[in-house]
């Protein structure tokens, strides 16, 4: 599968963004999609998955600020960005996994096979 990440871009504190994920080769119903981030100087962390029932999980930073959720019509995935803060700032990949990942295992990127490109999200004191 492959996957093209869009939606990212400069937004100031407070502000929202969208992120898009979406899937060409194959269709994602049958896989777990996760959103991982990665700023500069740190370690590629997870920050939201979705598993092929609907079941959501997130990292503790994000929680109550970004929902994923996914559209098997339209083999795509989404990241609703909310309330934006300046640590937020990173590239955001989307990735897939043929496993059945749980809460001890979705935000380990060497569990998913399929990256995107990546969309860089900026965000402004």
């Known amino acids: 599968v492959q996957l093209q990440a869009s939606g990212g871009g400069l937004v100031q504190s407070g502000g929202s963004l969208r992120l898009s994920c979406a899937a060409s080769?194959?269709?994602?119903?049958?896989?777990?999609i996760a959103w991982f981030r990665q700023a500069p100087g740190k370690e590629r962390e997870g920050v939201s998955c979705?598993?092929?029932?609907?079941?959501?999980y997130y990292a503790d930073s994000v929680k109550g600020q970004f929902t994923i959720s996914r559209d098997n019509a339209e083999n795509a995935v989404y990241l609703q960005m909310n309330n934006l803060k300046p640590d937020d700032t990173a590239v955001y990949y989307c990735a897939t996994s043929p496993l059945p990942l749980d809460s001890r295992s979705w935000y380990i990127p060497m569990n998913f096979g399929s990256w995107g490109q990546g969309t860089l999200v900026t965000v402004s004191s």
């Open positions: 080769g194959s269709t994602l119903d049958h896989y777990t």
């Open positions: 979705i598993s092929t029932n609907g079941r959501t």
